[in-house]
């Protein structure tokens, strides 16, 4: 059993930053990957950034040179970076977790999701 809560969103004017973060509590050694994905209004869900359980990282083109995800060794929080932030990055970030079953297969866990506004 597995719950991701995710922090850090809030309304920031273009060029600026902020840094979310996911902790996660319960079965934690489940865990393999981490991530996280944005859902714009009246927009699918999108792919953004996820780092493996060996430290290796890949990004989304959009965000590409300027998101930084990191994950503590304890797999129990993962942040994501977020520098020139742009209007179009405004979406609810979700938290995501690849968690092995007792049986060898694998489950995705969601968090709640916090906002991100952009302004221009």
């Known amino acids: 059993q597995v719950q991701l809560v995710e922090s850090g969103g809030g309304l920031v004017q273009a060029g600026g930053s902020l840094r979310l973060s996911c902790a996660a509590s319960?079965?934690?050694?489940?865990?393999?990957?981490m991530g996280w994905y944005r859902q714009a209004p009246g927009k699918q869900r999108e792919f953004v950034a996820v780092i493996t359980n060996g430290g290796s990282t890949y990004y989304a083109d959009s965000v590409k040179g300027r998101f930084t995800i990191t994950r503590d060794n304890a797999k129990s929080t993962v942040d994501l970076q977020m520098n020139s932030l742009k209007p179009e990055d405004t979406a609810v970030y979700y938290c995501?977790?690849?968690?092995?079953?007792?049986?060898?297969?694998?489950?995705?866990?969601w968090g709640q999701g916090t906002l991100v506004t952009v302004s221009s």
């Open positions: 995501n977790a690849d968690r092995v079953t007792l049986r060898g297969g694998s489950v995705q866990v």
């Open positions: 319960g079965s934690i050694s489940s865990i393999n990957a």
